[in-house]
């Protein structure tokens, strides 16, 4: 059997390092706490205004390949792995993807290995 995991939000912290920048490059601005998240895109649930900052986050080099991993996420992979089943990950970059494919790839090697 074949199973597909997701990078962001299951074994990458994305939400995490996300609000984690924005509190520190804009700690007087709104922002949407981590429980009230209710989008697939963290730039959908922001207002109009402030979707360049948010923007300007996440396609920075750097922040796809030190997103911090979730615990359990190697972990369960494995335990998956030695069951026998097929596992891949399965994530998509960014439509502005300079950084984001590349660095999608470096952090599943770092932090997963190269197999």
Known sequence: MRILID???VLADFDGAFLKCWRE???????IPLEERTTFYVKEQYPDDLKP???EIVWKPGFFRDLPPI?????ALTEMDELGFDVFICTSPLSTYRNCVL?????VEEYLGPR
Request: proline share 4%; glycine share 14%; no cysteine.
């Open 7 to 9: 990078m962001d939000g």
């Open 25 to 31: 490059l804009h700690p007087e601005k709104f922002f």
């Open 53 to 55: 900052l948010v923007s």
């Open 71 to 75: 615990d359990g996420g190697k972990r």
């Open 103 to 107: 660095e999608k790839f470096e952090w």
